[in-house]
């Protein structure tokens, strides 16, 4: 089993810069897609980011691209989401999840472990 543990989230202005962090706990982490999703009340979750277990495939959302940089330091047991020029709705509920699967995967229903979410407020 994996733990998951997100931070880095607060209040930031329009153009701003945030990094997540997701930090994972087991042996085997480096053999784990990694994704961040986000969740605004009312709102389905929605997908942002993925990394393959090498941290050689990337796959981001269409609303995130050019602007959001997803990678993983195996090392350290930890993934990151780095955030620019953020915009008011990227406002939500971020969430770190891990899959099985070693590759990309940008389908909620295939991960297997999730955190317990990291606020992003982004003020206009």
């Known amino acids: 089993q994996v733990q998951l543990v997100e931070s880095g989230g607060g209040l930031v202005q329009a153009g701003g810069s945030l990094r997540l962090s997701c930090a994972a706990s087991?042996?085997?982490?480096?053999?784990?897609?990694m994704g961040w999703f986000r969740q605004a009340p009312g709102k389905e979750r929605e997908f942002v980011a993925t990394v393959s277990w090498s941290g050689g495939s990337t796959i981001y959302a269409d609303s995130v691209k050019g602007r959001f940089t997803i990678s993983r330091n195996n090392a350290k047991n930890t993934v990151y989401l780095q955030m620019n020029s953020l915009k008011p709705e990227d406002t939500a509920v971020y969430y770190c999840?891990?899959?099985?699967?070693?590759?990309?995967?940008?389908?909620?229903?295939?991960?297997?472990?999730w955190g317990q979410g990291t606020q992003v407020t982004v003020s206009s």
């Open positions: 999840a891990a899959t099985r699967y070693s590759g990309t995967e940008r389908r909620v229903s295939e991960y297997d472990y």
């Open positions: 087991g042996r085997t982490f480096s053999s784990y897609g």
